[in-house]
């Protein structure tokens, strides 16, 4: 196949049936194929520290695969069943994949995400009825440990524990001490009645050649993903194992010969967020590539950032996957006299990236960037801009082959009445292989299908139009949408503007409580390393260049760093959770109340909650904040 410049391509290759191609129908499926086109060409390289990255840890495409049906069959030995949920609980390392792609051949794997604390994480192991847990073994300068042991001991069900642990990658002194410490550390912990086993030590006594059980089938479910919610705790979607083989391989299909034997692919995404299992896992692992895994903390890593550029020289990196807030720190490393013209392409997803970060990363590295889009829901990704096709700053793209994606005009209700036409903004809606079996909680799939010509459509929640060449631009949430007085204001109407500002790095605006308009637009920033500007100076800025009078942002606040999810989204709740923090004690100054507590945190029914304790006054406080729409309890 020749590559994609325009949706043209794309139909081009769909002339072809679906049913005709050669689309592995499972992820284990999909890695035998990798590692039979390279066997003895590097599958997987990874470094432990950012200062040592030139000597790294390698398996071959051979080797791999013999580690993940040996994890597979070490997974059944321990009565994980098809039906049966494996849940980790691990910073990026060489044993993730071997526990992802391992898991999902045997029973279910539930990523969860090891920055949680652990009422979240004994509240999802739960939700998801897991039956073995693995994390990390205890480990100086980590808690990961203390907080998957913590939450274990809250979960009914549980069968047992495996630990992995760092001293493999470790050398001298402390490698012995790391694992000095593992051989010491008991089999059974304080009120946990289960086992507690070594990963490593116990994979060596598994078969390596193959499967000791029926391989999984297409339609069968294969993982647990927590979506990014923005109030209470994550759903849990559930995706078979057909989506994410044929998502990996429409991507490759997408940038032909991206993803090909000989190709390096760098991964700094964390591996319980699916764009860094699939985009820098699974596709290139499936096609015969070899990805560079960077510390356990990936992009986070201490030093990673910083060194970057002599890591894609050293590696000779094609691709990476990255959000906006990596390439707006790579913006502040220069790369200097490294040797960076290996690289063909970057991936932007996850958030939207400022179209004047773009264009300052393309004019400063000259690297291209494809922006694209996808979301849990859909296994990963369904759309980009083509490799081979025109810049289309701002867009997400052409829809990948085989997968639809349209613009659908649909009722209050959420009920289809139409498509949209060109450029007119509607709903933005999947549908394909890649689209998942719906979320473990059948009470919320309530809303989320749309019935097209009794066709089932996943509503994203995305708002978008599509140009007359196919290409998708997002154009807003509706659940970001700061809505004042009835009148919807979609944020990036403040955030573009602040983004052309020459001191501002990033920015995201809100809606903060308001007693009569119900929301008014608010704007933080973060400021870039070494620049200054004002709010005052930033709030004028705003007035001139943000031309819709009612998104005048009513306050811009500047933070030294803004709060982001783990794969690097700004994380608004965050935000929101300040302004409403704000709003309560603004009233309780004015009324004259002893406020003694004040907590605001996500509960998991009833969203964004503000938890209070009031002495004095605390009547007067109460009436004053019954005018505001957000929860709250007040104990006087």
């Known amino acids: 196949m020749s590559s994609i410049a325009s949706l043209a391509d794309v139909l081009r290759i769909e002339s072809v049936p679906l049913s005709e191609r050669s689309v592995p129908q499972t992820p284990y499926e999909m890695l035998r194929q990798g590692a039979s086109l390279a066997p003895t060409q590097p599958a997987l390289s990874f470094f432990l520290d950012a200062e040592r990255f030139d000597r790294p840890h390698v398996w071959t495409h051979e080797a791999l695969f013999r580690k993940i049906t040996q994890a597979a069959n070490l997974f059944r030995s321990l009565g994980i069943e098809r039906k049966d949920v494996l849940a980790f609980v691990l910073p990026n390392l060489p044993e993730t994949h071997f526990v992802i792609w391992g898991?999902?051949?045997?029973?279910?794997?539930?990523?969860?995400?090891?920055?949680?604390?652990?009422?979240?994480?004994?509240?999802?192991?739960?939700?998801?009825?897991?039956?073995?847990?693995?994390?990390?073994?205890?480990?100086?300068?980590?808690?990961?440990?203390?907080?998957?042991?913590?939450?274990?001991?809250?979960?009914?069900?549980?069968?047992?524990?495996?630990?992995?642990?760092?001293?493999?990658?470790?050398?001298?002194?402390?490698?012995?001490?790391?694992?000095a410490m593992s051989r010491m550390r008991k089999s059974r912990l304080p009120g946990l009645d289960v086992p507690v086993l070594d990963f490593n030590r116990t994979l060596c006594a598994a078969r390596d050649d193959q499967l000791d059980f029926q391989p999984p089938e297409p339609g069968q479910i294969a993982s647990y993903f927590c979506t990014g919610g923005t109030?209470?705790?994550?759903?849990?979607?559930?995706?078979?194992?057909?989506?994410?083989?044929?998502?990996?391989?429409?991507?490759?299909?997408?940038?032909?010969?991206?993803?090909?034997?000989?190709?390096?692919?760098?991964?700094?995404?964390?591996?319980?967020?699916?764009?860094?299992?699939?985009?820098?896992?699974?596709?290139?692992?499936?096609?015969?590539?070899?990805?560079?895994?960077?510390?356990?903390?990936?992009?986070?890593?201490?030093?990673?950032?910083?060194?970057?550029?002599?890591?894609?020289?050293?590696?000779?990196?094609?691709?990476?996957?990255?959000?906006?807030?990596?390439?707006?720190?790579?913006?502040?490393?220069?790369?200097?006299?490294?040797?960076?013209?290996?690289?063909?392409?970057?991936?932007?997803?996850?958030?939207?990236?400022?179209?004047?970060?773009?264009?300052?990363?393309?004019?400063?590295?000259?690297?291209?960037?494809?922006?694209?889009?996808?979301?849990?829901?859909?296994a990963c990704a369904s759309s980009a801009n083509p490799p081979s096709g025109s810049a289309r700053i701002?867009?997400?793209?052409?829809?990948?082959?085989?997968?639809?994606?349209?613009?659908?005009?649909?009722?209050?209700?959420?009920?289809?009445?139409?498509?949209?036409?060109?450029?007119?903004?509607?709903?933005?809606?999947?549908?394909?292989?890649?689209?998942?079996?719906?979320?473990?909680?059948?009470?919320?799939?309530?809303?989320?299908?749309?019935?097209?010509?009794?066709a089932r459509w996943l509503n994203t929640g995305d708002m978008a139009r599509q140009d007359s060449d196919g290409y998708f631009w997002l154009t807003g949430r509706k659940k970001e949408l700061i809505i004042r007085g009835g009148h919807n204001i979609d944020p990036a109407l403040i955030e573009a503007p602040l983004h052309t500002h020459p001191a501002v790095a990033l920015a995201a605006a809100i809606g903060r409580p308001d007693a009569h308009?119900?929301?008014?637009?608010?704007?933080?920033?973060?400021?870039?390393?070494?620049?200054?500007?004002?709010?005052?100076?930033?709030?004028?800025?705003?007035?001139?260049?943000?031309?819709?009078?009612?998104?005048?942002?009513?306050?811009?606040?500047?933070?030294?760093v803004l709060p982001v999810t783990a794969v690097g989204k700004i994380f608004k709740p965050a935000l929101s959770m300040r302004e409403i923090e704000d709003v309560v004690r603004g009233h309780a100054s004015a009324t004259d109340t002893e406020l003694i507590t004040l907590d605001v945190f996500q509960h998991p029914q009833r969203g964004l909650l503000a938890k209070m304790q009031a002495g004095r006054n605390a009547e007067a406080l109460k009436q004053a904040l019954s005018a505001y729409t957000f929860a709250m309890e007040i104990a006087s």
Request: charged share 15%; proline share 6%.
């Open 394 to 454: 701002g867009s997400i793209g052409l829809r990948f082959p085989y997968q639809d994606m349209r613009v659908l005009i649909v009722d209050d209700d959420g009920s289809y009445l139409r498509d949209a036409a060109p450029e007119e903004v509607g709903v933005l809606a999947i549908h394909g292989a890649n689209v998942f079996a719906g979320y473990l909680d059948p009470r919320h799939n309530q809303g989320i299908w749309i019935d097209r010509d009794g």
């Open 103 to 179: 898991g999902e051949a045997a029973g279910i794997v539930f990523a969860i995400n090891p920055l949680l604390e652990s009422e979240q994480i004994a509240e999802l192991l739960n939700a998801a009825e897991a039956r073995w847990v693995i994390t990390l073994e205890p480990t100086p300068g980590t808690d990961l440990w203390q907080k998957a042991t913590a939450a274990a001991r809250k979960v009914d069900g549980l069968r047992g524990i495996l630990t992995v642990g760092l001293g493999s990658y470790v050398s001298g002194a402390r490698g012995l001490a790391l694992k």
């Open 517 to 560: 308009s119900g929301e008014v637009p608010v704007a933080y920033v973060q400021l870039k390393p070494g620049a200054s500007a004002t709010p005052e100076e930033l709030m004028a800025f705003a007035m001139q260049n943000v031309h819709e009078r009612a998104a005048w942002p009513k306050h811009v606040r500047v933070l030294e």
């Open 231 to 378: 109030t209470g705790l994550p759903k849990i979607a559930t995706r078979t194992h057909f989506s994410e083989a044929f998502d990996a391989w429409a991507m490759s299909i997408f940038v032909e010969g991206g993803f090909a034997p000989g190709r390096t692919i760098f991964c700094g995404l964390p591996l319980f967020h699916v764009n860094g299992q699939l985009v820098t896992g699974l596709a290139p692992l499936g096609r015969g590539a070899h990805v560079v895994m960077g510390t356990p903390q990936g992009y986070r890593g201490a030093g990673l950032l910083a060194r970057f550029w002599a890591i894609v020289e050293h590696y000779r990196i094609n691709a990476f996957s990255g959000v906006p807030t990596v390439f707006s720190a790579l913006l502040q490393t220069p790369i200097g006299s490294h040797d960076v013209s290996s690289l063909d392409f970057a991936l932007c997803g996850a958030a939207p990236m400022p179209q004047a970060l773009f264009r300052s990363f393309v004019g400063q590295t000259g690297i291209r960037i494809l922006e694209a889009y996808g979301l849990t829901e859909g």
